[in-house]
């Protein structure tokens, strides 16, 4: 988007001549960006609401095999959920450095929040193997099925924002604290707030319930 700007100026003989340049206004899609973004999210609360759902439904049928007081290991599980909670802890702190124009500090708590994205992806990769070795696969009951579901499109939310983050990190080294970084570091940090909250929501109604009898 530009204006046009025509300038009168003295020609070679006198007569006047004409000079037209544009100037240009600098866009900064914030707002449309921001839009974009919660409509997102409300469209990946739909897919988990649905999830949700669908456990809520078939989680009690355990086709005469294990349920989830004889196969959810609650120490496991809590400290996966600490790594998570510390994630977005360590994020905030990443957020506040960004404010305060401390590119190192903001990409060092960046950095450290990426680790602790890592020990949860690995913490539940090996309770999944776990599980498998036992022989508590996702076609062996409708509740295998829709816990795998459930906890495997989290973590595989998880995955992206860790490639997101990493992405960011090779940003920010190379362009710095521009605006547009700014920018998505918000998106970034918004979307794994996000996956915060429905993971207490999975701990809660997937683990805890799912140990009592």
């Known amino acids: 988007m530009s204006d046009s700007t025509t300038l ?40 988990f609401a649905i999830l949700f759902a669908v456990y809520a439904v078939l989680g009690r049928n355990y086709a005469a095999g294990p349920s989830g007081a004889d196969l959810f290991d609650l120490k496991l599980v809590a400290m996966n959920t600490a790594m998570l909670l ?4 360590t994020y905030g702190f990443c957020m506040l450095e960004a404010q305060r124009n401390r590119l190192r500090a903001a990409m060092g708590w960046l950095a450290v929040t990426g680790l602790f994205g ?7 990769l ?3 193997a776990h599980l498998i070795h036992l022989g508590a696969v996702p076609q062996r009951s409708a509740f295998l099925s829709a816990f795998f579901t459930l906890v495997g499109t989290h973590g595989l939310h998880v995955t992206f924002g860790v490639i997101w983050l990493v992405t960011l990190l090779f940003q920010l080294k190379k362009h710095g604290l521009v605006p547009a970084n700014r920018r998505r570091l918000m998106c970034l940090s918004m979307f794994w707030h996000f996956l915060d909250l429905i ?15």
């Open 8 to 47: 009168h100026h003295p020609g070679a003989s006198g007569a006047p001549g004409k000079m037209s340049f544009f100037l240009k206004k600098e866009h900064h899609p914030q707002h449309g960006t921001s839009l974009g973004f919660w409509i997102y999210l409300m469209s990946d609360c739909l897919i």
């Open 86 to 89: 510390l994630s977005s802890i």
């Open 118 to 124: 890592l020990a949860f992806l690995g913490l539940e």
């Open 126 to 128: 090996y309770e999944f």
């Open 199 to 213: 993971w207490i929501a999975v701990f809660t109604f997937v683990y805890l319930m799912g140990v009592l009898p």
